[in-house]
């Protein structure tokens, strides 16, 4: 039922490319069965309503249900449905905790869904190698909490409370990669269940080291694979630690121009950033209506650093001055968690301010990344191709890295209207592409951006792509139609 | 006349899996001319004397000359060589400054070497955007130099004056890495012309943006893969603000523990130490003498620090408050250019202060990288082993990164010593396993670890490298015999 409603919801999203298997072709009892007694009868469903919420993830994607979901206790199980599926041409799908935003988990060859958050251990802590490994039912503020008393932390911050091996699976980031670096940076080691239920360990088993030159990086091959090359069953991360002090600060601007200008000069003079964001004047003025906030309408930027005592005052110091260089205005700034937490309530409430300016319709968020010195460009571009999309939509952007969203509302009933959103967004990919960009800096490929990854890699680029899914996953049945 | 001297210098070295052609198969007359006529006449040589140059780089490790150097002038005719050459079954090698230290261009099975140093131009600098692209022929110190007025560096530093295509394809790093990564993290973008001679863009062709999540890390699976999947024709870089000040620092300790002890806590401080290097007492003692300097004879720790004004301060403060904490001695610091270059003396003269010891012997440097807690006991047990072993070594690490060198000095004559060598440094590469490290932080496999990379990765990691060896470079023709 809930399927069947989904279906119906998000049917008419036409994503170019978009694969059908045509008729659902069911399990056999008896495979069925036969998963039961890897994993447990209790750890599989059928059960169309949970099929369809493993079908989707927080994107417009139409709902694509997989014929079985199971929930595997351990790596061995893992390794042995793995096996089973493999042996009989049967799809596998990974499943964390489901926040993706292109479509990374819709079944669209159907097939059985690996659920793994039923495995939920923090395996070893290393503090002193600043190392942990979490198997993937691990959340990253799970594993904050864990940590609090370590005097460390894992600081890549995608916004949700992902999955961490999802988060290696998607190579995320979020708002602390200009100084922490993105999952790609973070990740030491992973294991991984290959598609015909080998284990393999890609810096070799029980490996922590910070560097090493030995062999191909199966590592970086792995993280950003969007579950298309293996199951990423637990992941060795590289801790940072804690800050002994945090101060928060916000400033408008009068143009993006001048607020991407101060970007740019603060990374020029070296001032170690934790956190630089920027809000359009669109951004701002939904999240004053919705948090009630007195903000300027303006182009504004966020930051957070972390340091300690006098070096951390010369920080604040020097991206004021830059700031004002630039024409900032509305300078303020707070150390105390409260103080901070208020000073950019903007900026975290900003997807819920969206929601709000058309209740009833559903969000989406679209990202690229492109040469910071092109951000000015691409954003005024992109708020122009709002504006006569007609559209409702405005941009946040992690811009220390040249990546921005654009956060769209619209109505999920209205075809004509996800139909506009699905031409803005490639427009947009296109128009960071022509720039010298990605056409995602963080969301991944998923079902949305196959037509654009051609575009940015190439043909020999694609083809290497391919030639490399084909020998791990020989017969296409790792979450086949994603990426490639 | 050059190579016959070198087959016999190096000849006693007895690697095992040493793989040998047996007699030299000569290149036809008929493909040396079409080799000149893709190049220039000029730019093709099969002098021996030349071909030795080419078939060796700073090890121990036996000559092996290529059957033709060529020189080409862009990429391509590299495009052009690599295809003839592939559809001939000719092995290709590539050359940069030959700087490494695995036996990467020895010419296992003759062929092809290309030497790639004549295409040396800065292609393209985007200042705001922090990044370069530089073409092979173009060393870590000739960017430096373009880039002193810019306001920008490229800190990546092994040492050696390396081509920076070189280091990528080599995975190198050095004494920045603690602060600034290695090259895994520093390379944007690669050119790479694969076996057949099609070209490549890792990232796509002219993109230099700072992140992506667009489909599989085809730059990370080529850092680091040593020559043996395709030829790097230029690299794009990520590059970094030049600190506004820098502040050199020695100190002594009373054992290996304390000073480890003392890198980890200044990590836990997260004080942002540039470099920390640990020296042991032989290694020091050695300095003294060649140097004439009047070093403490103990393990010591040279460190620098880069930031601006009072920053600066505060971490030398607190790394010294750290370091006395642990019993350290001797704390000096030195902020001029002129003082800072006397003050790490010891530390940049440490090989030649080696090979000074015994004059006449050549010197080998073999390279580990473990979790920084294990550092203390690796460092005790290989400084027993080095006794035990009766060879003149010591050692000198990237402490930070628990990455160290040992630095040995042989009779290249004595096949005895040669053989101890070699025992030493796979008990080395061993111990470094057993403790959760890598047999290379560095240097890479080359011909010398294959053994151990077996051993470090496993049964599924090694087939899944040769799975993409395979994919990538089907006819085995890629700087053959090195890595797997």
């Given at each position: 039922m ?56 927080e ?61 939920d ?83 070799g ?106 070096a ?15 024409g900032a ?23 819920y ?49 040249g ?26 990919g ?55």
């Amino acid at each position: 039922m809930a399927r069947l409603l989904r279906a119906a919801t998000w049917g008419l999203f036409p994503w170019r490319g978009y694969c059908s298997r045509g008729t659902q072709e069911e399990l056999s009892k008896g495979f069925v069965e036969a998963l039961k007694a890897v994993v447990g009868p209790p750890h599989v469903s059928t059960a169309a309503a949970v099929r369809a919420q493993h079908g989707q993830d927080e994107s417009l994607h139409r709902c694509q249900p997989p014929d079985a979901v199971v929930w595997p206790q351990n790596v061995d199980q893992v390794s042995q449905v793995a096996a089973m599926c493999y042996s009989q041409g049967v799809p596998i799908i990974p499943f964390g905790t489901g926040t993706g935003v292109e479509g990374g988990v819709c079944a669209m060859q159907g097939g059985v869904c690996i659920n793994l958050t039923h495995m939920d251990r923090i395996l070893e802590l290393n503090a002193e190698d600043f190392s942990v490994v979490v198997e993937p039912g691990v959340t990253r503020k799970t594993l904050n909490t864990y940590l609090r008393d370590s005097g460390l932390w894992f600081p890549v911050d995608p916004g949700a409370d992902a999955s961490l091996c999802g988060m290696a699976a998607t190579g995320a980031s979020g708002t602390n990669a200009v100084r922490y670096g993105t999952m790609k940076d973070n990740v030491l080691n992973l294991e991984v269940v290959l598609p015909d239920g080998r284990l393999l360990h890609t810096a070799g088993r029980g490996r922590h080291f910070r560097k090493s030159a030995a062999g191909y990086n199966l590592t970086g091959l792995f993280v950003g694979s969007e579950g298309t090359l293996g199951l990423i069953t637990a992941t060795t991360l590289r801790l940072h630690p804690l800050p002994e002090d945090t101060v928060a600060a916000t400033c408008a601007f009068p143009s993006v121009q001048a607020a991407v200008d101060s970007t740019v000069h603060i990374l020029q003079a070296a001032v170690p950033v934790a956190r630089i964001e920027f809000l359009d004047d669109v951004m701002m003025d939904a999240c004053n209506r919705h948090s009630k906030l007195n903000c300027p309408v303006a182009p504004t930027l966020f930051l957070e650093f972390h340091g300690s005592g006098q070096a951390l005052v010369e920080q604040v110091q020097q991206a004021e001055e830059i700031a004002q260089n630039n024409g900032a205005s509305h300078f303020s700034w707070a150390k105390e968690p409260e103080a901070r937490s208020q000073l950019w309530a903007a900026r975290h409430n900003a997807w819920y301010a969206m929601l709000a300016l058309r209740p009833g319709s559903k969000g989406y968020s679209t990202d690229v990344c492109v040469p910071i010195s092109r951000l000015p460009e691409i954003v005024v571009q992109t708020k122009e191709d709002l504006k006569a999309s007609g559209l409702t939509g405005a941009i946040v952007g992690h811009v220390g890295d040249g990546n921005f969203h654009c956060l769209l509302v619209a109505n999920p009933d209205d075809a004509e209207e996800l139909h506009r959103v699905k031409v803005f967004a490639e427009q947009l990919g296109r128009r960071a592409l022509a720039l010298h960009g990605t056409c995602t800096g963080e969301h991944g490929i998923g079902l949305g951006k196959r037509q654009l990854l051609q575009e940015e890699v190439g043909t020999v680029g694609i083809e290497t792509m391919r030639q490399l899914k084909a020998t791990l996953d020989p017969r296409g049945l790792m979450n086949p139609g994603k990426v490639l």
